[in-house]
């Protein structure tokens, strides 16, 4: 079975993700920024099956390189950056926090390239690996909307790294597609979005259980369909 690290665990589609995958009798490491407050994720390690509960700031590259020492020599079939932030609420053209913009970048553009080259190795020494980024269709090119410039830009870009990861990774046999999970109720979806964590995370775990190097490169939504770039 395999052996899942997932970012941004301790609530929303994270935490619904670890649980799919430990139901599944994956082993998985659940990494967040501050354990000792993820109450949710504690819990679980009361189950037969606990998750690894990891202290993981995905911004900061000595603690991305800490976990990764950490876990040097094992193998990890599936990386999921999925910790991300919505940008705040200053990001129209009548007010724009700029601080807030580059804060968003570093989390949801630039910390999953972090993540996922610093584990590599570890991804190498998988037979299926896989490197699975929650992105969102607002950061397609071909949908036409308008506000949210700091998050929509943010997921177009890390669209992008994802799309050049594929292609420089693909001889290693790696898997590389950025998701968009879907209109999610949680606290950046809100709770009039349209679907469940529950329902997005068993549609992603669905997805990338079945993902081949023929899917390599491209942006998928939850549900499994191919999504516009």
Partial sequence: MDTVLITGANRGIGFELTRQYLNAGAQVIAACRDPNKADALQQLTSQARPPSVEQLDVTKQDSVDALASKLDGTPLDVVINNAGIMGGNRQSLDT?????????????????????????????????????????????LNRQSTGAYIYRSSKAAVNKVMQVMALELKNYGIIVCPVHPGWVRTDMGGPTADISPQESAKGLFDLISELTIKDTGKFFSWNGEEHDW
């Fill in 96 to 140: 724009m926090d700029y601080d807030a913009w580059a804060d968003t970048f570093s989390v949801n553009t630039i910390a999953p390239f972090r993540v996922s080259t610093a584990f590599l190795p570890n991804l190498k020494m998988a037979d299926r690996p896989r490197i699975i980024t929650i992105s969102s269709q607002m950061g397609s």
